[in-house]
């Protein structure tokens, strides 16, 4: 009923920039918030950034003054600006999106299927 596609990953170098998005098709009245998480090899998942509606943003301490999203609502689609790259960025990085379905007007989340981001010194 819903789809979720991330693209946007890659190799770059330290100090680089990557542009991560989240994009929604299907059954949707609206999107009320989206997540980005990562996870590294041998590390436990790890919330990173936040928006709720379309202004409402939070981010974690790791990657405050680094990292930006925001959302396109024409698009219905989300996005992590990545910049100042580090090597400890290096995840793969998931977005959950909750949604208002246009079926029953209720909240569902879906998770997208994870791209990987992969920095160099």
């Known amino acids: 009923q819903v789809q979720l596609v991330e693209s946007g990953g890659g190799l770059v170098q330290a100090g680089g920039s990557l542009r991560l998005s989240c994009a929604a098709s299907?059954?949707?009245?609206?999107?009320?918030?989206t997540d980005w998480y990562r996870q590294a090899p041998g590390k436990r998942r790890e919330l990173v950034a936040t928006i709720t509606g379309s202004s409402s943003t939070s981010y974690a301490d790791s990657v405050k003054g680094r990292f930006t999203v925001s959302s396109d609502n024409a698009k219905n689609t989300v996005y992590l600006q990545m910049n100042s790259l580090n090597p400890d960025d290096t995840a793969v990085y998931y977005c959950?999106?909750?949604?208002?379905?246009?079926?029953?007007?209720?909240?569902?989340?879906?998770w997208g299927q994870g791209t990987q981001v992969t920095v160099s010194s």
């Open positions: 959950n999106v909750i949604v208002q379905r246009i079926t029953d007007r209720r909240q569902y989340s879906y």
């Open positions: 299907g059954s949707i009245f609206s999107i009320n918030a």
